[in-house]
């Protein structure tokens, strides 16, 4: 089992800045690809970024250019960041931290991300 917790929404003017951060514990060896998605009402859930173990990452293009996913492989403990810039309105909805480890999918209970206009 792969836990995950994060942290970092919260209420934002449009053209600020917030950092979101995710920390998984557990089974962390072997986790490939980590990433964000989020989920604004009424709305499937979408494909943000994503970095694998190799620290290739991959952007949606809604973000391209004002997002940053980064990730710390510590001992017991991999750290995962997204560092959002030039925040608009409509990256309004809820963001999950996502792993996965050996084809489980592991998603975290989501944080709130409001950006006012």
């Known amino acids: 089992q792969v836990q995950l917790v994060e942290s970092g929404g919260g209420l934002v003017q449009a053209g600020g800045s917030l950092t979101l951060s995710c920390e998984a514990a557990?089974?962390?060896?072997?986790?490939?690809?980590m990433g964000w998605y989020r989920q604004s009402p009424g709305k499937q859930r979408e494909l943000v970024a994503t970095?694998?173990?190799?620290?290739?990452?991959?952007?949606a293009d809604s973000v391209k250019g004002r997002f940053t996913i980064s990730r710390d492989n510590a001992k017991n403990t991999v750290y995962m960041q997204m560092q959002m810039n030039s925040l608009k309105p409509e990256d309004t909805a809820v963001y999950y931290c996502?792993?996965?480890?050996?084809?489980?999918?592991?998603w975290g209970q989501g944080t709130q991300v409001t950006v006012s206009s």
């Open positions: 996502h792993v996965v480890r050996w084809g489980a999918e592991y």
């Open positions: 557990g089974n962390i060896f072997s986790i490939n690809a």
């Open positions: 970095i694998s173990n190799s620290g290739s990452t991959n952007y």
